[in-house]
């Protein structure tokens, strides 16, 4: 069981994301309400071939400012994963932000889901360390219903199919193992990725509105594995409806 010390969710933390972002400088930086955290140097590209302003956060993790509203922040720059994408999304809400959400790829565990969908999960399986020390085993790991809404509605506009379902978070990425692969798939989970319930626990910890965008990747499946998806459009293309959900959904707030 994680965590192994019983009483942890209500014992005070030796030190605070508060008090290394402030350690940078004189307050805290100059941090939209909504940040994406970005994955694939595809989509980083792309950001920063937009944007000429950025702000550094904490120890060297700069974000690109997309608008006033929205900034980026190239989670690849620092590493992959559950715990790197729990510091930043620390970080970001101890520097103001009230939303997080990741924009990135998964493997998909429905074959019938479109090369060039734009996943949005609800729900997670929490199969990672990072959440456990954030929330009780028994409490559930959710994206904002609202926010995914947005997504849904600016990403479908855009022309993008929008599936949702339970996702699947997990730290191993060399014991993905055939049995619970087909035990999820056959349960009707949408995707999989190192870093959603992370995220997610972190921003229900904070108070913040958190949610999850996933471009497929690939296919996981036991039988016939298929390790890149063909689509015409991705990433790049999700940016632009991403960020107008975001501005949307922190104007209505």
């Known amino acids: 069981m994680i965590p192994h010390y019983e009483d942890k969710y209500g014992a005070e933390a030796l030190f605070s994301p508060q008090e290394a972002v402030v350690e940078q400088g004189d307050g805290l930086p100059d941090v939209p309400p909504a940040v994406i955290l970005g994955y694939q140097t595809e989509l980083t590209d792309a950001v920063q071939a937009r944007t000429s302003s ?25 590493g992959i994963g559950a715990p790197v994408s729990a510091i930043i999304t620390e970080n970001v809400i101890a520097a103001g ?19 060039d969908a734009a996943i949005l999960p609800t729900d997670t399986i929490r199969d990672e360390g990072v959440s456990h020390h954030y929330l009780p085993e028994n409490e559930p790991v959710i994206a904002t219903e609202s926010l995914v ?12 199919d929008t599936p949702r379902g339970k996702t699947w978070t997990t730290s191993a990425m060399y014991r993905e193992t055939i049995p619970e692969i087909e035990q999820y798939r056959d349960a009707g989970l949408v995707s999989l990725c190192m870093e959603s319930a992370a995220i997610w626990s ?21 039988d016939d594995w298929v390790p890149d998806a063909e689509a015409d459009r991705g990433l790049r293309e999700m940016l632009d409806p991403t960020v107008r959900a975001l501005e949307n959904h922190v104007a209505s707030e």
């Open 54 to 78: 950025q702000t550094t956060i904490v120890r060297g993790q700069q974000m690109d400012l997309i608008s006033e509203s929205v900034g980026y922040v190239p989670v690849h720059e620092s």
């Open 202 to 222: 972190v921003c229900q910890y904070r108070n913040a509105d958190t949610a999850t965008i996933h471009e497929v990747g690939d296919y996981l499946a036991p």
């Open 97 to 115: 932000a009230d939303v997080v959400v990741m924009l990135g790829g998964c493997a998909a565990l429905q074959q019938d889901i479109a090369p």
């Open 149 to 160: 809404d947005r997504l849904d509605d600016s990403l479908s506009d855009a022309g993008f």
